[in-house]
């Protein structure tokens, strides 16, 4: 689950809550959940930002994050060997 919620935030600055939770097709409790074991090992921040009167939530993949995904990618690659 939390390589899906990486793998969602690595091609972005930022992403908002409900659009992440929509793409990786999650609830929001599961995502919440796993938003803070991720902000917990420094790979996600999360921002609330007021708009209008409703509260929204923002989450960024740090650099670290990215650079972690990256490996993982890069292992499951040499892993799985040449795509052809």
């Known amino acids: 689950m939390c390589l899906s ?3 969602a ?3 972005v600055e930022k992403a908002e809550f409900a659009y992440v939770r ?4 999650i609830t929001d409790s599961a995502l ?3 938003v ?3 902000e917990e090992a420094g790979w996600v921040t999360v921002e609330k930002w007021q708009v209008g009167r409703r509260p929204r939530t923002w989450l960024c993949l740090t650099e670290e994050g ?3 995904y990256r ?3 890069a292992a499951l690659m040499a892993i799985a ?3 052809h």
């Open 81 to 83: 060997g040449p795509l």
């Open 36 to 38: 803070s074991r991720l």
């Open 5 to 7: 919620i990486v793998a």
């Open 22 to 25: 929509d793409l990786v097709e």
């Open 32 to 34: 919440s959940k796993q």
């Open 71 to 73: 490996r993982h990618l």
């Open 66 to 68: 990215l650079a972690t």
């Open 9 to 11: 935030l690595a091609p």
